[in-house]
């Protein structure tokens, strides 16, 4: 049985079967979720950026591909990706722009 290295915490993760693209949520890390990658032939743990909604709260996952400036949707409103501190956040679309 394989396993891995936690990103978040070190520990040691039992694969259990996961296929590369399959998501799994560390047992010492409660809000963190993790997705199975492969990189130069060697599985690894990727872990999943998350946002909260400043209007409902609610945690999104930020999909994969999108990065700072991307357009994200929560309770019918469109809300700009930002990056700051290690952390993403989501701004009222057109209220901080700063190109
Ligand atoms: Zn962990
Ligand atoms: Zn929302």
Known sequence: MEEILCPGCGERVLLQGLKI?????CTNCADLTLRLEEKDGQYILVDIPKVSCPSCDRILEVPDGLGRGDVMTCCGVDYMLTYEFGAYALVPYGKDEKN
């Open 21 to 25: 693209g399959d998501r799994i949520d």
